[in-house]
């Protein structure tokens, strides 16, 4: 089983200090962003007031941006986050998407342990943040950890509790149930928040949208095994639902991941190459759109640095 703790385990903070002065950890947190000006903010500013102000846990906050125009890139910025644009060339061109965004703060950010928080949390908490990095400055043996909590919804003003992870519910945890029961376990095994050592995070590929979440999942499993992982529960997490629409995308590109892995582990074999034209159906009729999961180099192969 995956080990788990709750974020109130690792209480004080200041205790999680010491043991990182004492281990000599340099420690980064991520956030990936695009058009979040209404969370990104208060996310940055609580974090740098409370983690690096208040308590010296964190050395550096990173907020890469994927193309905002709605004011996110200022907000961050006053608040207090170093501020990068995933758009910026370098090197040959790639696909935009969160997947890009964290590839490309991993090339940036210094610390040994790296954390990322997606930039939608709403009534944010620290904890999403010093809840994922305590078991690493713990427990040597942990290489990767996940975030999970309750994940309600809002329907026309309804609150409908634990509704929340359609997409792993219906699809990622079927998939892992059958071909990969061990990381079943997950709560959420799609969760934008969790934690990694460096060197981990520096020897596998990353995609480059919608599918990085899986992908790391099995990268790691196949390189560390299961006791490589810990889930900590955060309790309850709100944020921007989702359309139907956007999570038919969303579940496309998982599944172009997982076929690819599943054929690379002898799981699964597929003579002809899946497509990657995505139809949905709208309000004004068929849509359609390419949806592509690249699968960007590991950063120790860009950087010189060890695997």
Request: include cysteine.
């Amino acid at each position: 089983m995956i080990k788990q703790f709750h974020h109130k385990d690792f209480l004080p903070i200041k205790k999680l200090c010491v043991k990182k002065a004492k281990s000599d950890t340099t420690i980064s947190l991520i956030i990936p962003t695009l058009n979040e000006v209404t969370t990104v903010g208060e996310i940055v500013a609580a974090t740098r007031n409370e983690l690096v102000t208040g308590a010296p846990l964190l050395d550096e906050i990173i907020v890469m941006d994927g193309g905002s125009d709605d004011g996110t890139v200022a907000r961050a910025r006053e608040a207090g986050a170093a501020v990068y644009n995933a758009r910026e060339p370098g090197g040959k061109e790639i696909p935009p998407g969160k997947g890009t965004a964290l590839w490309k703060a991993l090339h940036i950010a210094r610390g040994d342990i790296i954390v990322c928080i997606d930039a939608d949390i709403k009534q944010f908490d620290i904890r999403f943040v010093y809840g994922l990095i305590a078991p690493l400055l713990y427990d040597p043996s942990l290489s990767f950890i996940k975030a999970f909590y309750k994940r309600p919804i809002v329907v026309d003003d309804i609150i409908l509790h634990n509704f929340g992870g359609r997409v792993t519910e219906i699809l990622v945890r079927p998939l892992l149930c059958a071909f990969y029961p061990e990381l079943a376990h997950f709560f959420q095994p799609l969760s934008g928040e969790y934690s990694f050592r460096r060197e981990v995070a520096a020897a596998i590929p990353f995609f480059s949208g919608y599918g990085l979440e899986i992908g790391l999942l099995l990268d790691v499993y196949k390189r560390h095994g299961i006791a490589a992982f810990a889930q900590v529960d955060m309790d309850i997490r709100c944020h921007r639902n989702r359309s139907v629409n956007d999570l038919g995308k969303m579940a496309f590109a998982i599944l172009q991941v997982f076929l690819k892995r599943l054929q690379e582990d002898r799981k699964a074999l597929f003579p002809h190459a899946w497509h990657t034209h995505m139809q949905s159906l709208g309000l004004n009729g068929w849509h359609g759109e390419d949806i592509l999961q690249e699968e960007l180099p590991p950063v120790f192969s860009q950087k010189g640095e060890k695997q």
